[in-house]
C-alpha cells in the first residue's frame, strides 16, 4: 500500500474513531445533565487537535507504519475517557483528559527522536539497569495505596514508575535475546526424552523469577509481578522455540505463586475471594468489590443499561481495576466483545509488525510491546471476569491513570517505529538474491 494511501486510511479511522469516542462523551454528559454537554465540548477539541497533530507528526515522520493502530488506540482512549467521566465528572474525568494530551505529547516525542529503533539496542544494559531501577523504586520511596506499595509521590503527584519500567524491560530482553538467541536454543544435553540447553542458560530465567517475587514480596502487588515474569518468559520462547524454557517457567511460577500464598494473606484472601466470591462471610467486605462487578456485568445484558443510566459507580475502584465491568453494565455484552475485538484487533497487528520487521531485534521488540499489552489486558480482565484471581493493574487505554496511558502512548509509538523501518527498509534476503541473479 502507498505511503499517502496508508496514512488517508489512518485519517479516515481516526476520525470514525474520534467521532464514536466524543459521541460517547457527549452521551455521558447528557445523560448526566444537558447543561454538562456545554462542559465537555473543550474535552472534544482538545481530544480532537491531539489526535490531528499526532497523525500529521505521522504523515510526516513514519509514512509507512501501519495505519490502525493509532486510531484502534484513539478508540480505546475516547471510550475509555468517557466511561472515567461517567463515573467522576469533576475529578478523575477532567484529570483523565489532561493525561491523554500529556500521553500524545509521548507519543509525538518517541517517534521524533527514535528515528532508528536499532539504536536502543546499544543502551540495552542502560535500559535493562534502568527499568530494574524503576520496578524496585518504590521499595523504599514508595507510598502503599489499596495495600501494594507501587507509587512514588513527588512535588504533590504521583506515579507508578513500574509502567515505565516495562518499555526498558522489553527493550533490554529483545536485545539481549537477539543477541543469544542461537546460543539459548542450543540442545547440548538430554534429559529423559528431552533435549535441553546448558544449565547456565536457565540464569536470565531465574534472575527475572527472583525480580518477580522481589515485587510481589516488598510492593505486594502480583498484577505487576505475574506480568513481567509472563513477558519474559513468552518472550524466550519466542527468540529459542524451546518449550523447556517455557515447562521450567512454569515452574517457577507455581513455586512462586505458592510462596505467595503461604506467605502474604492478602494473597489468601484473593484466591478466597476468587473460589468462593458470594460467600456471606465475605459479600458484606473483602468480596463486595468483585461481587458488585459480576452484578454489573449480568445487569447489562445484551446491550446494556445505556451510557449514564447504569450504576457502575457503586462498585469500588470502578475507574480503575474495574473499568470493564463498568463498560460491561452500560455497553452489555454488544459493548464489550467490541472492546476485546479492538485488544484483538491491537494484538493482530503488533504480531503483523514483528513479522515483517527486517531484523531480529525488531521482530522481539514489536513481539514484546505487543505481549505487553496482550498480557496485560488478559490479566485485567480474567481478574475482572473471575478467571482469575484479580490483580490490581490498568487496562490499557482505558483505565484511569497517568502513568499507564503515558506509557501506553510511548509503547504503540515504538511500535509504529518499527512498522515504519520494516516497510522502508530493503530485505537483505531479496538485496542478496537480485546480486546473485545479477551476477549470474
Known amino acids: 500500500m502507498p505511503a499517502s494511501r496508508r496514512r488517508n486510511t489512518e485519517l479516515s479511522l481516526l476520525i470514525l474513531a474520534l467521532i464514536v469516542g466524543c459521541g460517547a462523551l457527549a452521551l455521558v454528559a447528557v445523560a448526566r445533565n444537558t447543561d454538562r454537554l456545554a462542559k465537555v465540548i473543550p474535552f472534544m477539541i482538545v481530544l480532537v487537535v491531539g489526535y490531528v497533530a499526532a497523525h500529521l507528526v505521522m504523515r510526516r515522520f513514519a509514512r509507512e507504519a501501519d495505519p490502525l493502530i493509532l486510531p484502534l488506540a484513539a478508540l480505546l482512549n475516547t471510550v475509555g475517557l468517557a466511561v472515567v467521566y461517567r463515573l467522576s465528572p469533576k475529578e478523575f474525568g477532567p484529570t483523565q483528559v489532561s493525561w491523554s494530551v500529556v500521553g500524545l505529547v509521548f507519543f509525538v516525542a518517541t517517534l521524533l527522536l527514535v528515528r532508528d529503533f536499532k539504536m536502543l539496542a546499544r543502551f540495552k544494559y542502560i535500559l535493562g539497569f534502568t527499568g530494574l531501577g524503576l520496578l524496585l523504586l518504590p521499595v523504599p520511596f514508595g507510598t502503599t495505596v489499596n495495600g501494594a506499595k507501587l507509587w512514588i509521590q513527588f512535588a504533590g503527584l504521583s506515579f507508578q514508575p513500574g509502567e515505565l519500567a516495562k518499555i526498558c524491560l522489553v527493550i533490554f530482553f529483545a536485545a539481549y535475546l537477539a543477541e543469544r538467541k542461537e546460543l539459548l536454543a542450543i540442545a547440548s544435553k538430554k534429559v529423559l526424552a528431552f533435549h535441553v540447553p ?243
Open 198 to 440: 546448558d544449565i547456565k542458560h536457565f540464569g536470565p530465567l531465574l534472575v527475572m523469577w527472583g525480580v518477580s517475587l522481589a515485587v510481589m514480596f516488598y510492593e505486594k502487588d502480583l498484577g505487576s509481578s505475574l506480568l513481567f515474569f509472563s513477558i519474559f518468559l513468552v518472550m524466550l520462547y519466542i527468540a529459542t522455540a524451546r518449550f523447556v524454557y517455557m515447562a521450567f517457567g512454569f515452574v517457577l511460577f507455581f513455586i512462586g505463586a505458592y510462596i505467595g500464598h503461604q506467605v502474604f494473606s492478602h494473597v489468601q484472601l484473593r484466591v478466597r475471594i476468587w473460589l468462593d466470591v458470594f460467600n456471606p462471610e465475605l459479600i458484606g467486605g473483602e468480596s463486595y468489590q468483585m461481587a458488585q462487578s459480576l452484578f454489573a456485568l449480568a445487569t447489562g445484558g445484551l446491550f446494556g443499561t445505556g451510557f449514564g443510566q447504569g450504576r457502575p459507580d457503586i462498585i469500588p475502584a470502578a475507574e480503575t481495576d474495574f473499568v470493564f465491568a463498568a463498560l460491561g453494565e452500560e455497553l452489555g455484552l454488544m459493548g464489550t466483545v467490541a472492546i476485546l475485538m479492538i485488544f484483538m484487533l491491537v494484538i493482530a497487528r503488533g504480531l503483523r509488525i514483528a513479522v515483517r520487521s527486517r531484523d531480529d531485534f525488531g521482530q522481539l521488540l514489536a513481539m514484546g510491546l505487543t505481549v505487553t499489552i496482550g498480557v496485560q489486558t488478559f490479566i485485567i480482565l480474567g481478574g475482572v471476569t473471575r478467571l482469575l484471581p484479580l490483580t490490581g493493574i490498568t487496562l490499557p487505554f482505558v483505565s484511569y491513570g497517568g502513568s499507564s496511558l503515558v506509557s501506553n502512548f510511548i509503547l504503540i509509538a515504538l511500535l509504529l517505529r518499527v512498522s515504519h523501518q520494516g516497510a522502508v527498509e530493503p530485505d537483505p534476503a531479496r538485496t542478496a538474491e537480485i546480486l546473485i541473479g545479477g551476477r549470474g
